[in-house]
C-alpha cells in the first residue's frame, strides 16, 4: 500500500524536482570514474515520505535501493538548501491563488508530543510524568490551513509563544486590514491584549472558568489541524534532535495538508491533467 495517494504524492515530487539542484549522475571529479552512481532523488523524497508517515527510524525503512547515511545525508543537504520551506511556501502560494487562504481570522494553540530523544525543542512534559516532550505552538488560518508555528519544550507556556507566532505573518506578504486571532483560555491575560493591540489585531479569548461555545466556533480549525499533523507519526512521536530537521518534516507535513486540502476543494471547479476521477 502506498505511504499517500498518487494524487497527492505526483504534483508534490513535480514542484520538489523542480526546486532541485541539477547534479550529475557519477562525479566528475572522480580520478577514476567508476564510483557508484548518485541515488536518485526520488528514491530518497520516498523514503522520507515513508519515515513522516510511519513514524520508523531510518535503518528500518532503509534497504537494497537507499540506505539509511544517505538518507540522513541527503536530507541535511536539503534543509540547507532550504527546499523543505520553499516547498511550503510554493503550496500555500498556489493554494491562495486558488481557492484563497482566510487570513482574516486565525487561530492559534499549542499541542504536546513525546520526544523520547531529547533534543534541542525538548523538556519536561507536564502531561507525561515528566518526560521529555516538544511542544509546536501552530498558527493556521481561518479553514485550518497551517501557516506558521513555533517549537518549544513542552514545559514551555503557550502565551510566551504568541508573539513569535505573530511574527511570521510577516512572510505572508499583504495582509487584510483587520485581523482577528482565535485563542482558547490559556492567552486570556492582560498581557496578551497589550500585545495584540499593540499590533492592530482583534482577539477572540476565551475566559478562563467559562465556557464560551461561542467563542470556539472559529477555533476549532487549529484544533483539526494538529489532529492532521498528529496523523503523521514522525511529529506525534519525535524522535529528531535539531530542530531544523524536526521544521523540514513539519514543513513536508503542512505542505502534504495543504496540497491535500487544495485537491479536494479544487476537484468540482477546476480540471487538470491526472485530477481524481472520484472527489478525494
Not at 502506498?2 to 508534490?12: A, I
Not at 547515511?69 to 543537504?77: K, P, V
Not at 499583504?174 to 489585531?201: C, F, K, M, Q, W
Request: positive net charge.
Amino acid at each position: 500500500m502506498p505511504v499517500l495517494p498518487s494524487w497527492v504524492t505526483e504534483p508534490l515530487w513535480d514542484q520538489f524536482a523542480a526546486l532541485l539542484p541539477r547534479r550529475p549522475i557519477f562525479d566528475p571529479t572522480h580520478p577514476l570514474g567508476c564510483h557508484r552512481r548518485r541515488i536518485s532523488d526520488r528514491t530518497v523524497f520516498d523514503k522520507l515520505l515513508q519515515v513522516l508517515r510511519f513514524g520508523c527510524s531510518y535503518e528500518a525503512i532503509a534497504d537494497a535501493t537507499c540506505s539509511a547515511s544517505t538518507i540522513r545525508a541527503r536530507r541535511d543537504e536539503w534543509i540547507r538548501l532550504g527546499l523543505f520551506a520553499r516547498l511550503k511556501q510554493v503550496a500555500l502560494d498556489a493554494y491562495d491563488r486558488v481557492v484563497g487562504l482566510v487570513l482574516g481570522r486565525i487561530a492559534i494553540d499549542g499541542a504536546i508530543t513525546k520526544a523520547p530523544g531529547g533534543g534541542e525543542a525538548a523538556g519536561r512534559s507536564p502531561v507525561d510524568r515528566g518526560k521529555q516532550g516538544m511542544k509546536r505552538s501552530g498558527m493556521t488560518d481561518g479553514y485550518g490551513i497551517p501557516i506558521g508555528r513555533v517549537l518549544a519544550g513542552a514545559n514551555r507556556h503557550d502565551s510566551p509563544l504568541l508573539a513569535p507566532n505573530l511574527d511570521l505573518l510577516e512572510e505572508l506578504g499583504p495582509l487584510p486590514d483587520e485581523i482577528t486571532v482565535h485563542l482558547d483560555a490559556g492567552y486570556d491575560s492582560a498581557t496578551t491584549r497589550t500585545l495584540l493591540n499593540e499590533r492592530r489585531l482583534h482577539g477572540r479569548i476565551a475566559h478562563k472558568g467559562i465556557q464560551a461555545p461561542i467563542q470556539a466556533i472559529r477555533r476549532w480549525h487549529v484544533e483539526r489541524t494538529h489532529a492532521w499533523q498528529n496523523a503523521f507519526h514522525r511529529l506525534a512521536r519525535c524522535y529528531e534532535r535539531r530542530i531544523n530537521a524536526i521544521d523540514a518534516f513539519f514543513d513536508l507535513a503542512d505542505t502534504i495538508i495543504t496540497v491535500r486540502n487544495l485537491i479536494r476543494r479544487a476537484w468540482t471547479t477546476h480540471r487538470w491533467e491526472g485530477r481524481p476521477g472520484r472527489q478525494p
